[in-house]
């Protein structure tokens, strides 16, 4: 009996053999390559639905320069017109604070595009991809797209 219980518990104290470490390291590979695409795909959405949310309170910053001075900066005057007064005869109502202290960046740390389209602005962010164009989580995200 003392033989017995001496091999039993010797037997405990080996641990795993290599060939269950190995089925264990192969069986959370697989979950890794199911679960993972579906997390990245998920943090990718997010940061592109932030990425509307900023551009949503960049609109809300244009709108304000409009309504002290009845327009919308040009194209070339973009968000820096945010930041300083481009032209004191142009904008003769341009508060005495600026509209914003820096350029705004997207969730991949590139700066928003600014176009003046008539009476219009659109707001443009280049994607994951950082250039114009792009498919799937590199496509442009565009404020108009956004408010859908």
Known sequence: MNHF????TKELRQG???LELLIVIVILGGLVAVVAPGLM???EQAKRDTVCLKMNEQKKVFDT?????GVYPDTEEGFEALI???????????RNTPYAKKIPKDAWKTPF???KKGEEIEIISLGADRKEGGEGNGKDILLSECNK
């Open 5 to 8: 219980k001496h091999t039993y």
């Open 16 to 18: 795993f053999s290599l």
């Open 41 to 43: 795909d998920t943090a």
């Open 65 to 69: 320069f409009k309504l002290d001075n």
């Open 84 to 94: 300083s007064n481009p032209d004191q005869e142009k904008y003769p109502n341009y």
């Open 113 to 115: 595009v600014y176009i």
